[in-house]
């Protein structure tokens, strides 16, 4: 129960919706494989498009008037605290009933590698990058 506890503050701080019959899942195409599961980052649409441009593997994109959306592996916000105005989208369920692909990806994986992506988030925001306590800090051994 600790280990919960002390991972509480690692979780998505990006925009809650707490509004879950609301909610409708981002349907990924049934040829691409979703081993890994589905989560979705989403961003308002006035950064949506440089975004997409910048990330240089991006995997399914959807979009409606408000939100894009990237397709990551799930429990891609585990230790990540994603930046404000940014979403986290847990089950790839978010809050946009009109959300259709506008990307589709070239190979078989429908994932955006979620590091590139937050950092790129970051970058589009003007928000530092937060990491967990101890990842890549003072007193970091290498081998």
């Known amino acids: 129960m600790a280990v919960l506890r002390d991972l509480a503050p690692l979780r998505s701080r990006g925009v809650r919706h707490d509004h879950a019959d609301r909610l409708t899942r981002l349907d990924v195409p049934a040829a691409l494989r979703t081993d890994l599961g589905c989560d979705a980052v989403g961003v ?23 939100w894009w959306w990237w397709i990551v592996p799930a429990g891609s916000d585990l230790e990540l605290a994603w930046p404000l105005p940014s979403h986290y989208a847990p089950g790839a369920r978010v809050p946009a009933a009109d959300a259709r692909l506008i990307r589709r990806p070239a190979g078989p994986s429908p994932y955006t590698p979620p590091i590139p992506l937050y950092l790129m988030i970051c970058q589009l925001t003007g928000t530092e990058p937060r990491w967990p306590a101890g990842v890549g800090g003072p007193g970091r051994e290498t081998v």
């Open 44 to 66: 308002p649409a006035r950064h949506g498009f440089r975004l997409l441009v910048r990330t240089p593997s991006a995997g399914c994109v959807f979009a409606d008037s408000a």
